[in-house]
T-cell receptor, first 116, second 113 residues
Framework: EAGVAQSPRYKIIEKRQSVAFWCNPI?????LYWYQQILGQGPKLLIQ????????DSQLPKDRFSAERLKGVDSTLKIQPAKLEDSAVYLC??????????????FGSGTQLSVL | RKEVEQDPGPFNVPEGATVAFNCTYS??????FFWYRQDCRKEPKLLMS???SGNEDGRFTAQLNRASQYISLLIRDSKLSDSATYLC??????????????FGPGTSLSVIP
């Protein structure tokens, strides 16, 4: 079974530039998550989709971050403009989304972003 | 208060030692609890779910105390390969079943030869 695919694996940009990350969840998984993990910290949920609808985006800095999940499959996360404090690993995860709260999350390898 | 808190660590233990990690959560309505393991520069992976009755998987034992809103993970006979960051994860407690999944800050473990 194919896992969660993310790209790019690494990205280096200068502050105020824009960047986009892509995620392809496991086939058939209804729930998709974007997490931000700063070095030395646990993953912080940015946004959670159920199919193509947003379940939670309370911690997404909406002035600069945006995310979409077209047709309830692939998702993109964009930062515009980037700040130095956005340097982190951006993790995408998916789960079956059958409505159970005890679902396992499957993570992609993440995109490591460095903002200079 | 943070939603999920863990021992700050790091824990440095010799091979063969027993080590325990603690985690507390703030939302008393939370429904599901997990321990994830994250190796250096890798993504988190599920280690085990945590049930009210307690559960064991080989050298790993997880416990949940709902009254105290406390979760623990015990690792017996530590191996070098156990070196990683252990993340406490809490789910549910909101109005719908699709509640956000909250990760704790993690506790780092280094098992020393």
């Amino acid at each position: 079974e194919a896992g969660v695919a993310q790209s790019p694996r690494y990205k280096i940009i200068e502050k105020r530039q824009s960047v986009a990350f892509w995620c392809n969840p496991i086939s058939g998984h209804a729930t998709l998550y974007w997490y931000q993990q700063i070095l030395g910290q646990g993953p912080k949920l940015l946004i959670q989709f159920q199919n193509n609808g947003v379940v939670d985006d309370s911690q997404l800095p909406k002035d600069r971050f945006s995310a979409e999940r077209l047709k309830g499959v692939d998702s993109t996360l964009k930062i515009q403009p980037a700040k130095l404090e956005d340097s982190a690993v951006y993790l995408c995860a998916s789960s079956p989304g059958q409505g159970w709260t005890n679902e396992k999350l499957f993570f992609g390898s993440g995109t490591q972003l460095s903002v200079l | 208060r943070k939603e999920v808190e863990q021992d700050p660590g790091p824990f440095n233990v010799p091979e063969g030692a027993t080590v325990a990690f603690n985690c507390t959560y703030s939302n008393s309505a939370s429904q599901s609890f997990f321990w994830y393991r994250q190796d250096c520069r890798k993504e988190p992976k599920l280690l085990m779910s945590v049930y009210s009755s307690g559960n064991e998987d080989g050298r790993f034992t997880a416990q949940l105390n709902r009254a105290s809103q406390y979760i623990s993970l015990l690792i017996r006979d530590s191996k070098l390969s156990d070196s990683a960051t252990y993340l406490c994860v809490v789910n549910g407690g909101g109005k719908t079943s699709y509640d956000k999944v909250i990760f704790g800050p993690g506790t780092s473990l280094s098992v020393i030869p």
